[in-house]
Nanobody, 117 residues
Framework: QVQLVESGGGLVQPGGSLRLSCAFS????????MGWYRQGPGGQRELVAA???????DYADSVKGRFTISRDNAKNTLYLQMNSLKPEDTAVYYC???????????WGQGTQVTVSS
């Protein structure tokens, strides 16, 4: 069974940076397409960044140029580097995994990011 464990969230001032990590276990990491989603207070879960399944990395317009998704296959870990954070980035951030071809999907438990002065 795939398990995803996020870490790296916290409280940061506007303009600051955070790096989220998602530790993957339970299957072969490279056979999964990974992504980050977030859910703000009272809002719906939305895509933040997703690895391409055949093209360009997908970023939400609101985070383009500020956030970068990356992965380390040797460590079975997905990252989200978040720079120039804004109060509107405040949300619970979730790691998502989708198995290539078969489509099985998994979610982490989420990590809280709060941007406030």
């Amino acid at each position: 069974q795939v398990q995803l464990v996020e870490s790296g969230g916290g409280l940061v001032q506007p303009g600051g940076s955070l790096r989220l990590s998602c530790a993957f276990s339970g299957n072969i990491f490279v056979t999964y397409v990974m992504g980050w989603y977030r859910q703000g207070p009272g809002g719906q879960r939305e895509l933040v960044a997703a690895e391409p399944s055949g093209g360009v990395t997908d970023y939400a317009d609101s985070v383009k140029g500020r956030f970068t998704i990356s992965r380390d296959n040797a460590k079975n870990t997905l990252y989200l580097q978040m720079n120039s954070l804004k109060p509107e980035d405040t949300a619970v951030y979730y790691c998502h995994a989708r198995r290539r071809i078969f489509g099985n999907e998994y979610w982490g438990q989420g990590t809280q990011v709060t941007v406030s002065s």
